[in-house]
């Protein structure tokens, strides 16, 4: 088992900056991949970014590139994502997710295993 904790998220206006954070627990070896994805009312849970556990290799969904950064601290086993330049449509639940070796599309939130609670952040304008 995986245990996943976020922090951060919040009430920001337009242009703002906020920054999540998850740490991650328990079997964390097993851990290829973490992503995170969000939720806005009426809407389907959609990829946001991806990190690889190991190589720091990093994935972003078109819509947030050059605003936010993922970003992976090994020796805490925690993954962040700092968001800058924050619009309204970003407003969402935040979900941090932990994907296991052998599994699909890291852009598919089918193929993660373990679920951090959820955070929310608002973006007023």
């Known amino acids: 088992q995986v245990q996943l904790a976020e922090s951060g998220g919040g009430s920001v206006q337009d242009g703002g900056s906020l920054k999540l954070s998850c740490a991650a627990s328990?079997?964390?070896?097993?851990?290829?991949?973490m992503g995170w994805f969000r939720q806005a009312p009426g809407k389907e849970r959609e990829f946001v970014a991806a990190?690889?556990?190991?190589?720091?290799?990093?994935y972003y969904a078109d819509s947030v590139k050059g605003r936010f950064t993922i970003s992976i601290d090994n020796t805490k086993n925690t993954v962040s994502l700092q968001m800058s330049m924050l619009k309204p449509e970003d407003t969402a639940v935040y979900y941090c997710?932990?994907?296991?070796?052998?599994?699909?599309?890291?852009?598919?939130?089918?193929?993660?295993?373990?679920w951090g609670q959820g955070t929310q952040v608002t973006v007023s304008s």
């Open positions: 997710a932990a994907a296991p070796f052998n599994s699909g599309s890291l852009y598919d939130a089918g193929q993660y295993y373990y």
């Open positions: 328990g079997r964390t070896f097993t851990i290829d991949n």
């Open positions: 990190v690889s556990w190991r190589g720091g290799f990093t």
